[in-house]
C-alpha cells in the first residue's frame, strides 16, 4: 500500500546527526497515525551517512534511501526526493534538526483543512551567523523586488505539498532549479505555519558561501530578467551623461583657455566604463550559462543505488534518466 505522507530528507555529509534526525521524524510520524514513509537523498556524501542509511533503511520499512552517484546540489536532492514520493502529502525537512519535525504535524492539519501548499515561516533563526542572517535578509527582499512571482520572504525549502503540486512540479523540467520559487510559481492554495528555526544539531553548514551565491543567482535568474535590464538602464545613464560631458567639454575648449592635460580624467573614465561593461557581460553570461544547461538535456541527477524499493519497480518507472525526457 502507498503512504499517505512522504516525508523527503535531502543530506549531504550528515553522519553526525542522521540518526537523531531519523528517530525524531519516525517519532512525529508515528505520532500522526497514519501510513507514511521517509524519503532519505543521499546527495553523494563524502562520509559514513550513506553506511548509516543503509542501516537504518534495513531495519525500517518506513525508510527509503536514494543514493545518487555524486554530489548534485540540495535542490536537485529535494527534486528527486519528489520523484520518489508517493504519499498524497508530501513534506521537504532538513537533516540538520533546524527544521522541528513537530511542526510537520502543524502542516498535516493545515492539508486536512484543504490547503495544498503550507509553507514554514521562520520567525526566528537561532544559531546562524550574523553574516548569513543578514545576507538572506537582503537576498530575498532583493528576489522579491525583482519578481512578479509572489516568493514568501523568510522560507526555506521546509514545507508540504499536496499529490496535485507535486506531480506539477516533477513536469517542470528545469535544470537549474530554485525549488521554492517553483512552489510559488505554480500556485494552488497556499498557507502558512510560523516556526522558530534551531540551531543545527551537528555539523557543519553544507551551505559554503560559493553554494548560496549560486543558489542566490540561481533564484534570481529563474524568476527575473530584471538584471538584464539593468544593462540597459546604465547604458542609457551613461549615453545621457557623457552627452551632457561632451558639451561642457565643447563649451570649455571654444570659450575658455583652460585646457585639460586629461589624463587622470580619461584613465578614470576608462576604468569606471570597462569596469561597468564586464559586470554588465557577466550578467548577460549568467544567462546564457543557464540557457546552455538547460539546452544539454541531461539527467538532473544520477542515482547509483535505492533501498526500500522493489528493484522492478524502479526499473520501470522510475529511472533518473526518465527525468529529462
Ligand atoms: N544539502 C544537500 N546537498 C548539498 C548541500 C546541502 O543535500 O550540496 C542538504 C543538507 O544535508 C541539509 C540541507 O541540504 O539537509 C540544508 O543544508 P544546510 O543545513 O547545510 O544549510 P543551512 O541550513 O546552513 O543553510
Ligand atoms: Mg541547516
Redesign the pocket.
Known amino acids: 500500500m502507498k503512504a499517505r505522507y512522504s516525508v523527503i ?6 553522519e553526525e546527526v542522521i540518526q537523531v534526525t531519523y528517530e525524531r521524524l519516525k517519532k512525529v510520524m508515528d505520532d500522526c497515525g497514519d501510513s507514511y514513509e521517509l524519503v532519505f ?1 543521499n ?1 553523494g556524501s563524502r562520509d559514513r551517512t550513506a553506511e548509516i542509511m543503509r542501516g537504518i533503511s534495513n531495519a525500517d520499512e518506513h525508510v527509503k534511501l536514494i543514493n545518487f552517484s555524486r ?4 535542490q536537485v ?1 529535494i527534486t528527486a526526493g519528489m520523484d520518489y514520493a508517493e504519499g498524497q502529502a508530501v513534506v521537504v525537512i ?3 534538526l ?1 527544521d522541528p519535525p513537530e511542526v510537520i504535524l502543524q502542516m498535516i492539519a493545515k492539508w486536512k483543512e484543504g490547503y495544498e501548499v503550507v509553507y514554514a515561516k521562520r520567525l526566528k533563526r537561532h544559531g ?1 551567523t550574523f553574516f ?1 542572517k543578514i545576507t538572506a535578509k537582503i537576498f530575498y527582499r532583493l528576489l522579491s523586488s525583482m519578481t512578479s512571482v509572489e516568493i514568501p520572504t523568510d522560507t ?1 525549502d521546509f514545507r508540504l505539498i499536496d499529490r496535485k503540486v507535486c506531480d506539477v512540479l516533477r513536469g517542470l523540467k528545469e535544470k537549474n532549479r530554485y525549488v521554492r520559487g517553483l512552489v510559488s510559481w505554480v500556485g494552488f492554495r497556499q498557507t502558512m505555519v510560523e516556526y522558530v528555526r534551531e540551531e ?1 544539531y551537528a555539523g ?4 559554503p558561501l560559493k ?2 551565491i549560486r543558489f542566490a543567482l540561481d533564484g534570481i535568474t529563474s524568476f527575473s530578467h530584471k538584471p538584464l535590464k539593468i544593462a540597459s538602464y546604465i547604458g542609457f545613464f551613461l549615453s545621457f551623461s557623457s552627452f551632457i560631458y561632451l558639451f561642457l567639454v565643447l563649451f570649455q575648449k571654444v570659450f575658455t583657455s583652460w585646457t585639460v592635460p586629461g589624463w587622470a580624467s580619461i584613465v578614470g573614465v576608462n576604468l569606471l566604463f570597462n569596469g561597468i561593461v564586464l559586470m554588465l557581460l557577466g550578467v548577460i553570461g549568467e544567462y546564457i550559462g543557464r540557457i546552455y544547461d538547460e539546452s544539454k538535456d541531461r539527467p538532473l541527477y544520477i542515482v547509483s543505488e535505492t533501498r526500500g524499493y522493489p528493484d522492478a519497480e524502479i526499473e520501470d518507472t522510475r529511472k533518473a534518466s526518465d527525468y529529462a525526457k
Open positions: 530528507v535531502p543530506m549531504f555529509n550528515e537523498v546527495d554530489n548534485f546540489g540540495h536532492a532538513d537533516a540538520d533546524q546562524e548569513k526555506g543545527r557543519e553548514t553544507k551551505y553554494k548560496m
